[in-house]
């Protein structure tokens, strides 16, 4: 199957800095990308769509400007969460739509960020 | 309002046994996935079923995709400690650019 990594797999930051955490398609071309947030033992839920070099589509709810979305590259899309605060921490997990006929979606290792 | 509801959301058995977790929907969908996703880890890909009716099967475990392609079944049999884990269905909708997720099932498997 596709390999998504991310990076960092894990974070501790401040109250009010900033994070970035990096998704990357290692061995295919990803058009668009997804972000999403888990909350313990709960499922997945879309944050925004990633489409390469176009504006992130985000799902509502999700506040434009403290999660900023680049998709700059065909395998890197970046999610930066801006003036972190403790109800910001949660486990994030990007994944990359494959191919054109069938969708599949390939699912990075996710990150866990933790705001102090 | 979640578009696919899983059942049951929590399972606890022994190992040996055999389960089924379902994944309910009054859409239609053109294809379906499962997925597996342990602690501290992404989902990761088991199967993807795309026609009404359709059965798949990956060693012990057995996924089938509804007749009218609104739900899908996901059945293990002699379940072992490594099956443990939070099991997803995912739906594509014809026109939508991103997979609807289920509510999950989260598998216990006791040795």
């Known amino acids: 199957g596709a390999v998504v990594s991310q990076h960092p797999s894990w974070v501790i930051c401040k109250s009010g800095t900033s994070v970035k955490i990096e998704c990357r398609s290692l061995?295919?071309?990803?058009?668009?990308m997804f972000w999403y947030r888990q909350f313990p033992k709960q499922s997945l839920m879309l944050m925004a769509t990633?489409?390469?070099?176009?504006?992130?589509?985000?799902e509502q709810g999700v506040e434009k400007d403290k999660f900023l979305i680049n998709h700059a590259s065909l395998t890197l899309s970046t999610l930066t969460v801006t003036s972190a605060h403790p109800e910001d921490s949660s486990f994030y997990i990007c994944?990359?739509?494959?191919?054109?006929?069938?969708?599949?979606?390939?699912f990075g290792p996710g990150t866990r960020l933790t705001v102090t | 309002t979640q578009l696919l509801e899983q059942s049951p959301q929590f399972l606890s058995i022994q190992e040996g046994e055999n389960l089924t977790v379902y994944c309910n929907s009054s859409?239609?969908?053109?294809?379906l996935q499962w997925y597996r996703q342990e602690p501290g880890e992404g989902p990761v890909l088991l199967v993807t079923?795309?026609?009404?009716?359709e059965v798949k099967k990956l060693k012990r475990l057995t996924f089938q995709f509804g007749d009218a392609r609104k739900d899908s079944s996901l059945h293990i049999t002699a379940a072992q400690p490594g099956d443990t884990g939070l099991y997803l269905c995912?739906?594509?909708?014809?026109?939508?650019?991103?997979?609807?997720f289920g509510t999950g099932t989260r598998l216990t498997v006791i040795p």
């Open positions: 990633s489409n390469e070099g176009s504006k992130a589509t985000y």
């Open positions: 061995d295919f071309q990803a058009t668009t």
């Open positions: 859409s239609v969908f053109s294809s």
């Open positions: 995912a739906g594509d909708i014809s026109g939508a650019n991103n997979l609807f």
């Open positions: 079923v795309v026609t009404g009716g």
């Open positions: 994944s990359a739509r494959v191919g054109r006929g069938r969708y599949e979606q390939y």
